[in-house]
T-cell receptor, first 115, second 112 residues
Framework: SAVISQKPSRDICQRGTSLTIQCQVD?????MFWYRQQPGQSLTLIAT?????????ESGFVIDKFPISRPNLTFSTLTVSNMSPEDSSIYLC????????????FGPGTRLTVT | AQSVTQLDSHVSVSEGTPVLLRCNYS??????LFWYVQHPNKGLQLLLK??????LVKGINGFEAEFKKSETSFHLTKPSAHMSDAAEYFC??????????FGQGTTLQVKP
């Protein structure tokens, strides 16, 4: 498994502002992902964070709104830009160690409320 | 399209009775399948996984799931529910790119 921490654990932000969420893993991992979980909903993949290159975004998500960095094999950030109340969600990072369809391990999540 | 369907959005059981959470998947091949649990205000925890080995998979906390290819099902069971089992449960499969595809979730309520 992997020990994953996220900062902040929760935040309340005003619309139009941006928030950067950090994800730290206790050891090197192959792949890191960012998910969004809207209230009462399941998880939706935002993007795959690629080490040393641009993230790979899923349909419906764009870099201008959700810029992602991954400077090394244990750390990634997700920024939620120009926030609106519709961005109120839990944002989770996850990691996997190997190539292929291995299980993912999830961080505790960041609960974001936009007012 | 690859998908996962959790047949019940909400399941309520009494403490000490069996738990059954139903999951069907659509696919032209056998994917890897997982069950995750999410307790309130907590992250997701892996309960168990199926990766084409034994069809009956045992997980943590007394949960198990059986992969049935003929029925494209991967139902989660537990013989006796405990109050601490109350949580949201997600059936998850891999897509053909290795990404995870989540079901809509089943809320398990355990009554004393």
């Amino acid at each position: 498994s992997a020990v994953i921490s996220q900062k902040p654990s929760r935040d309340i932000c005003q619309r139009g502002t941006s928030l950067t969420i950090q994800c730290q893993v206790d050891s090197q991992v192959t792949m890191m992902f960012w998910y969004r979980q809207q209230p009462g909903q399941s998880l939706t993949l935002i993007a795959t964070a690629n080490q040393g290159s641009e993230a790979t975004y899923e349909s419906g998500f764009v870099i201008d709104k959700f810029p992602i960095s991954r400077p090394n094999l244990t750390f990634s950030t997700l920024t939620v830009s120009n926030m609106s109340p519709e961005d109120s969600s839990i944002y989770l990072c996850s990691v996997t160690r190997g190539q292929g369809p291995y299980e993912q391990y999830f961080g505790p999540g960041t609960r974001l409320t936009v007012t | 399209a690859q998908s996962v369907t959790q047949l019940d959005s909400h399941v309520s059981v009494s403490e000490g009775t069996p738990v059954l959470l139903r999951c069907n998947y659509s696919s032209s091949y056998s994917p890897s399948l997982f069950w995750y649990v999410q307790h309130p205000n907590k992250g997701l925890q892996l309960l168990l996984k199926y990766t084409s080995a034994a069809t009956l998979v045992k997980g943590i906390n007394g949960f198990e799931a059986e992969f049935k290819k003929s029925e494209t099902s991967f139902h989660l069971t537990k013989p006796s529910a405990h109050m601490s089992d109350a949580a949201e449960y997600f059936c998850v499969r891999t897509g053909n790119t290795g990404k995870l595809i989540f079901g809509q979730g089943t809320t398990l309520q355990v009554k004393p």
